[in-house]
């Protein structure tokens, strides 16, 4: 994830208060073993100084002490940032009371005595939920910090800030647009932001799927009928076109519209003037027409090659979601935001094994499928990328060592992804060594490319 500076690996730190200091160096010494920064107090006097709302750690306390015990520290904590893990060790008497902190609060308690791995694991666990939560409100200001445009087509991957600066630098004139882009990576999205940043935002902006449009209405919908222009035309009818007047044409799916009404389309485009079916006066259009398509219009046999070119004024390419890999976690959290705010639901903790396989997946419907599996997270219907839907669904065919392998490399691909390329901690999080990774990278044909920076 990008530019998330404030939570590099070497900043995670554990602040350990114990008044006793036997204990206090003991525990700081297995947890430095395990590779955690440690500082320890005897008291909790300094923790009240410490910038807890961004600070990226855990806090592990005593609950006895002199002065300031465990429970009013946690609570003094808890105040300023409720979501700041607090780990409490508890005597064998004070396990009740531990109990009934972790109802106020406390991320988990240790009765004493306990063996050290026990509380680093909880301690990374801890962790954990901690980077989840720091980068859910660097996510949070990014999003609410943007403009209009930033909001709509979200993203910090080159590929979709170039997009942005495109539309931005476009909208303000009426040069016709072609937009292209695979199925479900917003093509309407730029449509319309195009037409709300434009001087055109006052007027109508007509959507015309031409591919939901029955052939024998095709021409009737887009340029309008008199009264008796055919059988059931009862009365006048005033055509998408017309309709557009003083604003936007969207012609989406482009490239399904009939041959023969490409022509009067590309007369109408040239001369800004249309015919309603069962008239001869021509009607002029102030309009500025904007198409889209998933298919290579200038190698179509079935779509006009003066049409193509004349639509081709400009053309904006819309990466795919594959393209931009760095961008699924701040998509996939901003849409869940939408959903929170449509279903009234809370959203779930993104846990690392969802943000990897979001990561992982290929998505083949973009954005618009991204969208889908996010209004099922905040659902609940959603836990992330099970074996049977999973990283990748070359999972599910050929041998036993063949599916064995499809799924091992794309569990690397997900974890080199998640941690933006660097393989140091990704062979760490593995349990791997460097060597042992380097090899199955080279068994399974993977590079740090393929998951990296996602662009």
């Not at 902006?205 to 309008?224: H, Q, R």
């Not at 050929?398 to 997900?414: H, K, N, Q, T």
Request: glycine share 8%.
């Amino acid at each position: 994830m990008e530019d998330n500076s404030a939570l590099r690996e070497q900043d995670r730190v554990i602040h350990l208060i114990d008044d006793d200091a036997d204990l206090r160096h003991a525990l700081k010494q297995s947890l430095e073993l395990e590779g955690l920064s440690v500082i320890a107090h005897a008291d909790a006097g300094d923790i009240g100084d410490l910038p807890l709302r961004s600070l990226y750690g855990v806090i592990v306390s005593d609950i006895r002490m002199p002065g300031t015990d465990g429970l009013t520290l946690m609570r003094q904590v808890l105040a300023i940032d409720p979501t700041l893990p607090v780990v409490l060790i508890t005597g064998h008497g004070d396990v009740q009371m531990a109990v009934e902190a972790m109802r106020s609060g406390a991320y988990d308690f240790i009765e004493k005595p306990f063996a050290a791995n026990r509380l680093f694991s909880v301690v990374e666990r801890a962790i954990e939920k901690r980077r989840l939560v720091l980068e859910n409100r660097t996510l949070r200001n990014a999003l609410d910090g943007g403009d209009d445009l930033s909001a709509r087509l979200v993203g910090r991957n080159p590929a979709i800030q170039h997009l942005r600066a495109q539309i931005s630098a476009v909208a303000e004139t009426d040069a016709d647009v072609l937009i292209t882009g695979e199925t479900g990576t917003g093509k309407e999205v730029v449509a319309r932001a195009l037409h709300d940043f434009g001087p055109r935002r006052k007027g109508n902006f007509v959507a015309i799927n031409c591919a939901a449009l029955p052939a024998d209405i095709f021409e009737s919908e887009l340029f309008g009928h008199e009264a008796g222009a055919f059988t059931g035309a009862q009365k006048l009818r005033i055509g998408k076109l017309e309709h557009a007047n003083g604003g936007t044409v969207f012609l989406d799916e482009i490239e399904s519209m009939p041959m023969d009404l490409q022509a009067k389309l590309l007369r109408a485009i040239e001369g800004r003037m249309i015919e309603r079916l069962g008239s001869n006066r021509q009607v002029a259009l102030d309009v500025r027409f904007v198409a889209a398509t998933k298919a290579d219009l200038a190698n179509n046999p079935a779509f006009r090659t003066d049409l193509y070119y004349r639509l081709n004024v400009i053309t904006l390419e819309i990466p795919p979601l594959k393209a931009r890999k760095d961008d699924i976690p701040l998509l996939f959290f901003h849409m869940a935001r939408e959903a929170r705010a449509r279903y009234r639901r809370e959203i779930p903790e993104i846990t690392p094994q969802i943000e990897a396989g979001l990561l992982a997946h290929s998505w083949p419907g973009n954005v618009r499928e991204l969208r889908n599996v996010a209004d099922r997270f905040v659902l609940g219907m959603w836990a992330g990328f099970g074996p049977a839907t999973g990283p990748s669904m070359e999972v599910l065919s050929g041998s036993l060592p063949e599916r064995i392998d499809a799924f091992e490399r794309a569990v690397i691909v997900a974890e080199i992804a998640r941690n933006g390329g660097a393989l140091k901690p990704t062979y760490e999080s593995l349990g791997v060594s460097r060597k042992g990774l380097y090899e199955k990278m080279r068994r399974l044909g993977i590079s740090s490319d393929d998951a990296g920076d996602g662009s």
